[in-house]
């Protein structure tokens, strides 16, 4: 097997043509962020925001180019439509707030998103469910799932395969229990790592935002990366949030990370609806007793203090656990439990915040400093 390096990626590349100019996607230096590890390659294509959707037939040619060559397993090729710098006033003034950076998603409503400031504290367990109870409510329900490096709502929905394009331009995003999703993981192997670099990141999160056939959507739930970095900042700043939503579990360390997932939110003046407490307490499956083993209330605490809402509790029970990794969520199969109830009422709450929003104005204006 030859060896994959930056040169013999260029090479190949350089005979990529673009029909327009006649010259190789290497002489008009549109590649950028070249990445290569153990035969997995992924690069960006830097274009005019114009010619994005002229510019698609290229990427795929240069995708089915690079993965010919001997060696590769996987090739990532996105499109990053950088735009000049325009020189900012030191002290932006409330009239000169830039819409255009916010771009309305057709058919959708409102769009919140489910944040965690840490991993592991089951945003994504709280992110389906809440969006099941969103649809139980009458609602017409979407999700993104924004996390690129480890998508999971193909394995929590139970579902596979890849969608489909009428035009070559927008995906069909899948469906599955009510709901139409999008997510990374329909688009590459579930044990294909992503090597992809800030900018092309937050490429493929504009595309898998704009470039998606939703349909008429109420509601939009957008599964957020854990954090605060690039990714999390874009969807933030570039895409029209109604409000957010923080999960987090009791312990002090996670609602440290939370504070700061909250914060980052007020910084882009994006509405926070409010805190779920997750893995509240444990509820034994056999006698029923309760223990707070991750102690108790912090959530509630916490929300107090920022002045923000606390949404409610949910459990750590194996049904949730089970149903999560077996992509049969509780909302939607169990609809009579418990633990379904607490999601419709956690959804019921959001959807009120979602109506306050929309009566009040035409979603939250943005101004970056």
């Known amino acids: 097997m030859s060896a994959i390096n930056e040169q013999t990626i260029l090479k190949c590349l350089d005979q990529v043509i673009d029909e327009k100019s006649g010259k190789s996607v290497v002489a008009l230096g549109l590649i950028a962020g070249l990445v ?99 649809a139980a409510l009458g609602l017409k329900v979407g999700m993104l799932d924004a996390d690129v490096y480890g998508p999971s709502l193909p394995r929590m929905l139970g579902l596979k395969g890849k969608p489909d394009s009428k035009d070559g331009k927008k995906l069909i995003p899948m469906e599955k229990w009510g709901l139409k999703v999008m997510s990374m993981g329909f688009l590459v192997e579930e044990d294909t790592p992503m090597i992809w670099r800030g900018p092309m990141i937050m490429s493929a999160l504009q595309q898998m935002v704009f470039d998606v056939d939703w349909g008429e959507l109420d509601v939009l739930v957008v599964d957020m990366p854990p954090g605060t970095g690039d990714a999390q900042l874009t969807l933030a700043q570039r895409v029209p949030l109604a409000g957010a939503v923080i999960v987090s579990t009791p312990q002090d360390i996670a609602l440290i990370d939370a504070r700061k ?48 809402d606390f949404l409610g509790e949910v459990p750590l029970h194996m049904d949730i656990r089970k149903t999560s990794d077996a992509g049969t969520p509780i909302t939607a199969t169990e609809p009579d439990s418990a633990h379904a109830k607490t999601y419709r009422d956690l959804a019921a709450k959001v959807q009120g915040k979602i109506e306050e929003g929309l009566a009040t104005s035409s979603g939250p204006k943005i101004v970056i400093e």
Not at 42 to 63: T, V
Not at 67 to 91: C, D, H, I, M, Y
């Open 36 to 134: 290569i590890k153990e035969g997995n390659v992924g690069f960006a294509l830097e274009i005019n925001p114009k010619d994005a959707g002229e510019m698609e037939l290229l990427r795929k040619k240069c995708e089915e180019a690079v993965f010919n060559l001997p060696g590769v397993k996987s090739v990532s090729v996105v499109l990053t439509a950088e735009q000049a710098a325009q020189p900012a006033p030191s002290r932006p003034q409330p009239q000169q707030q830039q819409p255009a950076q916010k771009p309305e998603v057709p058919g959708v409503a409102a769009i919140v998103a489910v944040a965690s400031g840490k991993g592991g504290v089951g945003k994504s367990t709280c992110a389906v469910n809440l969006a099941l109870g969103l």
């Open 261 to 308: 997932g909250l914060n980052m939110f007020r910084k882009v003046d994006v509405p926070v609806f409010g805190i779920i407490e997750n893995m509240s307490y444990f509820l034994c499956p056999s006698c029923g007793e309760r223990s707070d083993i991750f102690g108790h209330g912090g959530a509630h605490e916490t929300a107090n203090e920022l002045g923000v």
